[in-house]
């Protein structure tokens, strides 16, 4: 019988686990995990998880398989509710464990299967690590298993479990490290997915609202949230704080299988009916669209037009799957990056080229090379062509970060014992972690001559030799590099392989400084201040047309950097729904007033040059940058309108 009175060398966890075992009436001579699914149906139900797509390759990927193979531990994901539906190792390990009832289908939460990492990680949501004894059930108390739970990035919900199961003499010092390792990655992977397809449905809203009759409308997220709305349906006050529709919970929309018609009260007690129609993109469900229209007799009729995806009745979007060519003509009005990606939003002429070049590349193999000034938004654009692309894991490693002489074994990794102060079980590298999908290179122009030789085989022989390693093994990896020298410059210098620089320079993306993108600069900051606003919680900012011809004139030496945190110390100082020029940092008023003092024309003509300036900016402020109705407000021909703009060097 154990002590439950909290003895000080069994962990507080481990001992509330315990006291659920009891009072569950487990015994610990007998538990073992009960059947919760049957082994046929687990495979269909883990291919339908939403862990399935990112997490499957880990399992599938041969270097993992011999890790597994060699230490004889298994690799296992369960769902939150503790049923195991995926475990890869070694044949006999997994016998073994199977006649402890640990295989596919069973339920390991600690009061169905008595004390064990996978049960402690789903009620206490934290990693943990379950040696010998410390297991409930006196028939596991020969393993040692560790869990780390992974997170919905857009919910904060446990979606899954993580674990390393084997025989305690297998035990390895940093077996937790490496399941909280994985689970970051697979975070990273979701979180990855879940900006893309907040980008396929951002561009379906932009569809559908430009269809005529479709006035109140909302695009939400698989688990609900409203991402965009129309005015009309922010208005009928359907929408909680949280921007999720009243009373419907996320397992209820889960439940939807095809278009459903949903009653909401309003405050007019009618009650309102809002269409749902799930959304697909490439078969998955992403998201749902739901639509209001003219309320007629009380009752709101809700059409929804869209395209059938011949998948479930969802909607489908092809600007971010086969049809990436469609998405940059799409760019100028509504750009289809999110969450992360805001720092290449752009309408103007620059940006839209660069997202058109890379959109296009981003469905070829081709190495590309990132340029552009600090702050500029080069990972960003990296993580957005890697989104695009629909490829693996993506891998970021900084150059300039890492020693120069532990760079190599860092990129190509290496065998045990393979030098002094080696990690014992080795480190496969971040080319063979980035198997299957894009390895990103920062700072690649602070590589050393070392490393940048062996890159140039690896992009070769696609292939790359760990440290201590005996055989070369094959990658697929696609590399993106980016830098802010002057590569060519490096390469005449002597600091840079000539070979290394055209095997990488392929594609050729650079990345304009702000300051030469000034449309784009007052884009940016509401983009910023309303994601910012939103994250806190709190109302709307927008900015004064002063504060927007402030923005535009100002040099931005930090660029989208600079901007994004000075957004942020205005969303969170200021309590009004404007920003003013009162509001903004000294440096930056200083600055205009210097640049107007160095570029403005003398006397009275420069004058009524600036006023004329000021007014017709202030006119595409008020009517959000259309050319029509600015000339409208100013009294002149749409033609002169883009006369002056053109002379302006606006246009």
Known sequence: MRDFASPPHVRRPIVDSWKRCKEHGLDAHRTLAPVAVEEDEVSEIWKNHSLYHVAEPIFNDN??????????????VANPDGVLLRIEGHPRVRLQASSLHFHEGTCWLDEAAGTNAIGVAVTHKHPIQVFGPEHFSQKIHDWVC?????????????????????????????????????????????????????AVLRNLFDEVTNRPGSKAVAVLTRSGRAIMASPTFYATRVLDAGGRLKGVTHSWLTAIRDETELRIPDRGGDGLTIRLQPVSHEGRRIGYIATLEEKNNGVWKVPVRAVKSGQGGGLTENCLGRDRGSMSSNIGTSPPISGDFTFILGRSAVMQRVLAVATRVAETPLPVLLTGETGTGKEVLAR???????????????????????????????????????AREGFPGRFRLAHGGT????????????GQAALLRALDQGEITPLGARQAVR???????????????????????????????????????LRERSEDIVLLAREFLRRIRAELGRGPLDVSPEVAELFRRYSWPGNVRELKNLCYALAVQIDEETVTVADLPAHIRVANVNDRAATGAPGEQGTLREMERQAILTALEEHGGSVAKAAR????????????????GLR
């Open 63 to 76: 270097h993992v398989k011999n890790l597994l193979n060699d230490s004889r531990q298994l690799l296992v």
């Open 146 to 198: 560790s869990s780390s739970p992974v997170r919905d990035p857009e919910t904060g919900e446990v979606v899954g479990i993580i674990d390393l199961t084997g025989p305690f003499d297998t035990i390895h010092p940093h077996a937790l490290t490496t399941v909280v390792t994985l689970s970051k990655m697979v975070e990273q992977q979701l979180r990855t997915e879940h900006q893309l397809h907040e």
């Open 384 to 422: 957005a062509i890697h989104a695009w692309s629909g490829r693996g894991p993506f891998v970021a490693v900084n150059c300039a970060a890492v020693p120069r002489e532990l760079l190599v074994s860092e990129l190509f990794g290496y065998e045990k014992g393979a030098f002094t102060g080696a």
């Open 439 to 450: 390895l990103f290179l920062d700072e690649i122009g602070d590589m050393s001559p070392e």
């Open 475 to 513: 990658v697929d990896v696609r590399v993106i590099c980016a830098t802010n020298r002057d590569l060519q410059q490096e390469v005449q210098a002597g600091r840079f392989r000539e070979d290394l620089y055209h095997r990488l320079q392929v594609v050729h993306i650079h990345l304009p400084p």
């Open 633 to 648: 407000r100013l009294g002149i021909a749409r033609g002169t309108l883009y006369r002056k703009l053109k002379e302006m």
